[in-house]
């Protein structure tokens, strides 16, 4: 079965970068999305289709995807954006598969 | 606005069987792919399965393969997740989400508040 990995933790100082890493083979050739979920509440789609973002996600919330890896870059990273990241796609074989989430923490 | 509503969660026996519930409103429900997600406490997220606009084509975890059947009517606004045989690692939130496009292709742009389960002896 398809498998995507994403590392458990990432932190960053407020203002600056933050970027969240999503592995799986030939992840390329798929597309990707990307969730947000703060504690209690429910997951919210902050990127779709590798780079677009849906209305209401601020234009520093950005996401790419090229080979093996997607990412999603959070640009000038506020205290609001601390939250459980997901990266997620679809296979043919597997259907809709999750990644195992990256909790972001704005020091 | 969109809203989803899931109902049907609370506690069970292994083996034993539940039904859930998606009320949809705020748009067109036959227009669009649903899916349901669960989280188990403290845990990531986990499709479930899926189901296209018009019921043609369904989806399933390998882990509720068998044992779990998806459905909608489209005439209620409805979706439904009827799980036979259950097993204590199928406790979690059960969400139900929207995808952006007719098919199950995730992607899931509106959420539910979710309803839990728990399975217990």
């Known amino acids: 079965s398809y498998e995507l990995t994403q590392p458990p933790s990432v932190s960053v100082s407020p203002g600056q970068t933050a970027s969240i890493t999503c592995s799986g083979d030939?992840?390329?050739?798929?597309?990707v999305c990307w969730y947000q979920q703060k504690p209690g509440q429910s997951p919210v789609l902050v990127i779709y289709?590798?780079?677009k973002r849906p209305s209401g996600i601020p234009e520093r919330i950005s996401g790419s995807n090229s080979g093996n890896t997607a990412t999603l870059t959070i640009s000038g990273t506020q205290a609001m954006d601390e939250a459980d990241y997901y990266c997620?796609?679809?296979?043919?074989?597997?259907?809709?598969?999750f990644g195992g989430g990256t909790k972001l923490t704005v020091l | 606005e969109v809203q989803l509503v899931e109902s049907g969660g609370g506690v069970m026996r292994p083996g034993g069987s539940l039904r859930l519930s998606c009320a949809a409103s705020?748009?067109?429900?036959?227009?669009?792919?649903m899916s349901w997600v669960r989280q188990a406490p403290g845990k990531g997220l986990e499709w479930v399965s899926g189901?296209?606009?018009?019921?043609?084509?369904?989806g399933y975890a390998d882990s509720v393969k068998g044992r779990f059947t998806i459905s909608r009517d489209n005439a209620k606004n409805s979706l439904y997740l009827q799980m036979n045989s259950l097993r204590a690692e199928d406790t979690a939130l059960y969400y139900c989400?929207?995808?952006?496009?007719?098919?199950?292709?995730?992607?899931?742009?509106?959420w539910g508040q979710g309803t839990l389960v728990t399975v217990s002896s």
């Open positions: 989400a929207r995808d952006l496009t007719q098919d199950i292709v995730g992607a899931m742009g509106d």
């Open positions: 705020g748009f067109t429900f036959d227009d669009y792919g």
């Open positions: 189901i296209n606009w018009n019921g043609g084509s369904t």
């Open positions: 030939k992840l390329g050739d798929k597309y």
């Open positions: 289709q590798d780079s």
């Open positions: 997620q796609a679809w296979d043919s074989s597997t259907g809709v598969v």
